[in-house]
C-alpha cells in the first residue's frame, strides 16, 4: 500500500499563524510509525509549503497513492473536504481518511457532511490508521478497527474508542525528513495529555498525561540537533510543568549533555504549576520564552469556564519567570460565557499590569467537542451562533460567535481596543505595528 498524508493549507485570505511555518508533529509522528511498519508513505504539507488544494491534487495525482491520509483542525475542514472531492474525482479508487481534532469531536456529523471522505479516525492515529492499512490489504472487516468512522452502504458506523498510547517511548521519533523545513524550528511532545477541564479546550488528546521517559525526550532532542541542525524547540505539551519532577530530570539531562549551548526552546504552562526551582532549572537548560493561558482578568468568569486558577497566581507566577529571565507570553479570550464590556475592560487592564512580551487576545470561537460548543448550541452563556461556516470557528478575523449584550461587530472592535490600549500604555508601540 501506498499513502499520502497532507496537512491541509489555510485558504487563501484566511488568517495565518506563524506556527504554519513549522512542519506539524501530528503527521510526522504518523509517517514514521507507518514506515516503521514497512508502509511507503510521502507527505505533502499544504500548509508548509503554502501550495493551492489544485497544486496538491496534482502531486497527488503524480504518486497515485492507495490511500490519502488529511489532517485538519475545524477551520480546515472544509478546505480538506475540497481536496477529497478533486482526489475522488480524479483517483476514484483511492480511499481518503480524515485525522485531528475535527473528527475526533463529530465524527459521524463529519462523514455525513462530506461524502468524499471514507473514514474518520476519532483518536490518535498511529496504530488505527496502521490497523485500517491491513484490513484494506485483507478482510476489510473494518467494524473490528477500535478509534475508526466509516461507511456501511447508506449507513454510518463509529466504532468504540481505542485506549491511547501508553508507552509513547516505543513511538519513532517523527519523520522530519519528509518535510521541506528551512526555519531551524521543531515541535516536541514531552507528554500527550492534559487533566485541566477548560470549557474552550477539547483535550483531543485526551485527559490523562501520558509522559514520555526524560531520557527519550533528551535523546530526541540531541537527534533534533545532529540530524537536522535544529536550532530552537517549541514544547507543544499542553502544560511543560504537570510534573515538576520530571522537568527538573529533563532539564538535568539536557545540561548534562551539553545541549543547553547547542539549542533554545518555547514551553507552554499554568500559572498554578510553575515555580522558582523549576523555572530556574528550565533557563539554565536553554529555556527563553514561557507562555501561560490566562484567559481572562476577571476571577468569576475564570471560575465560570473552569480554568481553574486566581489571578494572584497569575500575577505570582509571571513574577516569578520575569525574575528568572524568560521571555513572558501570554494568552486572553474575549467572549466568555457572560462576558461582559466591563469583564472585556478589567482583561485589558490586567494584560497592561502583567506586561508580557508577547500576548494575543482572541476572540472566543465554540470549537465542537467543548462544553463552549454545547452552551453556544443552547443559547446558554448568552452565546448566539451566527454561522455554520466551519472556517468561520477561529479567534482571529472570524465571525461565527456573540453574545447577545456584545453584538460580534462590537467584539470585535474590542479586540482591537485591547491590542492598541496594551501596546500604548506598556510604551511597546513598534511591538504592536510588527504584529
Not at 504518486?63 to 475545524?74: C, E, N, R
Not at 472531492?85 to 480524479?90: E, G, Y
Not at 508580557?356 to 443552547?378: E, H, N, R, V
Not at 456573540?402 to 491590542?419: D, G, S, V, W
Amino acid at each position: 500500500m501506498k499513502v499520502v498524508l497532507i496537512n491541509t493549507p489555510v485558504e487563501q485570505g484566511r488568517y495565518k499563524s506563524k506556527q504554519t511555518s513549522i512542519p506539524p508533529i501530528g503527521l510526522g509522528y504518523l509517517a514514521s510509525y507507518l514506515e516503521s511498519n514497512g508502509i511507503q508513505c510521502n507527505i505533502i504539507d499544504g500548509k508548509l509549503e503554502g501550495i493551492s488544494p489544485k497544486k496538491i491534487c496534482e502531486q497527488v495525482l503524480m504518486q497515485k497513492p492507495d490511500i490519502v491520509g488529511l489532517s485538519a483542525m475545524t477551520p480546515d475542514i472544509i478546505a480538506a473536504s475540497k481536496i477529497a472531492d478533486m482526489i475522488k474525482r480524479i483517483l476514484p479508487e483511492t480511499d481518503i481518511v480524515l485525522g485531528g481534532a475535527h473528527s475526533i469531536a463529530i465524527p459521524k456529523e463529519t462523514l455525513e457532511e462530506y461524502p468524499s471522505i471514507d473514514f474518520v479516525v476519532t483518536g490518535e492515529g498511529e496504530e488505527t490508521f496502521v490497523e485500517l492499512i491491513d484490513h484494506l490489504s485483507g478482510d476489510k472487516a473494518f467494524h473490528e478497527i477500535k478509534g475508526l468512522g466509516f461507511r456501511n452502504g447508506d449507513e454510518i458506523i463509529i466504532n468504540p474508542h481505542r485506549d491511547y498510547i501508553r508507552d509513547l517511548d516505543r513511538l519513532p521519533f517523527p519523520a522530519w525528513d519528509k518535510f521541506n523545513n528551512k526555519s531551524g524550528t521543531y515541535f516536541l511532545l514531552s507528554a500527550r495529555g492534559c487533566p485541566y477541564r477548560c470549557f474552550f479546550c477539547m483535550r483531543a488528546l485526551g485527559r490523562i498525561v501520558r509522559p514520555r521517559s526524560p531520557e527519550n525526550v533528551v535523546d530526541e532532542i540531541g537527534w533534533l540537533v545532529k540530524k537536522f541542525n535544529a536550532r530552537k524547540i517549541i514544547f507543544q505539551d499542553e502544560t511543560f510543568t504537570v510534573n515538576k519532577k520530571r522537568v527538573l530530570q529533563m532539564t538535568e539531562l539536557i545540561m548534562q549533555k551539553d545541549l543547553h549551548k547547542k539549542i533554545k526552546w518555547i514551553a507552554q504552562t499554568r500559572v498554578d504549576r510553575g515555580d522558582a526551582e523549576v523555572f530556574a532549572m528550565m533557563k539554565k537548560a536553554g529555556c527563553e520564552e514561557v507562555e501561560f493561558g490566562v484567559e481572562s482578568g476577571n476571577q468569576d468568569i475564570l471560575n465560570r469556564v473552569c480554568k481553574d486558577i486566581k489571578l494572584s497566581q497569575v500575577e505570582e507566577t509571571i513574577g516569578l519567570a520575569k525574575k528568572a529571565g524568560f521571555r513572558i507570553g501570554c494568552t486572553f479570550i474575549l467572549g466568555h460565557p457572560y462576558e461582559t464590556e466591563e469583564t472585556i475592560k478589567e482583561t485589558i487592564n490586567f494584560a497592561v499590569k502583567l506586561n508580557p512580551d508577547l500576548l494575543s487576545f482572541g476572540i472566543m470561537s465554540p470549537y465542537p467537542g467543548t462544553k463552549i460548543w454545547d452552551m453556544a448550541q443552547k443559547g446558554e452563556g448568552n452565546y448566539r451562533i451566527l454561522s455554520n461556516n466551519w472556517e468561520e470557528f477561529v479567534r482571529f478575523g472570524g465571525g461565527c460567535l456573540e453574545l447577545t449584550n456584545l453584538p460580534r461587530r462590537r467584539l470585535e472592535l474590542l479586540q482591537i481596543k485591547a491590542y492598541l490600549h496594551f501596546y500604548l500604555r506598556t510604551f511597546k508601540i513598534i511591538g504592536f505595528l510588527q504584529y
